[in-house]
């Protein structure tokens, strides 16, 4: 596979109900996570896209990272209290990146992550899909987004920096968010973040051997 590349489209849960406002605010919000996440080093495109007005994508260039950078997203939005999200994942090609925006851009990661958003089942919450994914990746997906559901805004505030993968410690999210770290200890055990992180890093390796395979064979 050339320029694997993992691609997040999604939108809004019940946006129809909601103002104007309360969508803007919760696309902000998530357009403030990318930025967050281009800090990460996880090949996050910084250029977080709007469409069809609750709709958004974004293009994460290391494909293993894209299961976490949704994970990221979801957690932003709870922390804020704000509007809830579903997403697809789409892993593939990239074909062109695109200019200003992802609006132009091409490939089969991108086919397959606005594919498999249309094909969502209702109470589904992260889709995936595309080259060499199993139904053992999309059980990842349907069990670590039920968990993100059980998240109190509490929770999700210490999952935003847990979620980083060069290990944020206990201490350093007490000092990001003016807690202890014994508050912090509390959060994370509620939130099951030691299996959340053990999870990806499983996923992540997983991927990304199969990615390699994939390219070597291209």
Excluded: C
């Amino acid at each position: 596979m050339a320029n694997p590349v993992a691609v997040l489209t999604g939108d809004l849960i019940a946006s129809s109900a909601a103002t104007p406002e309360a969508v803007d605010r919760a696309m902000q919000q998530l357009a403030a996570a990318v930025e967050r996440m281009v800090g990460w080093n996880i090949g996050i495109d910084p250029r977080f896209t709007r469409w069809r007005g609750d709709g958004w994508q974004v293009l994460v260039r290391a494909p293993g990272y894209g299961l976490r950078a949704a994970l990221g997203l979801i957690a932003s939005l709870r922390a804020a209290r704000l509007a809830a999200t579903r997403m697809s994942l789409g892993i593939g090609s990239l074909d062109h990146p695109g200019t200003a925006s992802l609006a132009d851009a091409r490939g089969s990661a991108f086919l397959a992550s606005g594919r498999g958003l249309d094909e969502m089942r209702k109470p589904q919450r992260i889709a995936i899909s595309g080259e060499g994914i199993t139904p053992l990746h999309q059980g990842y997906g349907d069990l670590l987004a039920a968990i993100t559901q059980r998240w109190s805004g509490e929770q999700a505030e210490a999952m935003v920096h847990a979620l980083r993968p060069d290990g944020s410690t206990q201490s350093d999210i007490a000092a990001a968010l003016g807690i202890s770290p014994q508050a912090v200890g509390y959060r994370l055990k509620g939130s099951f973040g030691t299996e959340v992180r053990q999870a990806l890093r499983a996923w992540e390796e997983d991927v990304a051997a199969e990615t390699a395979v994939r390219a070597a064979a291209s």
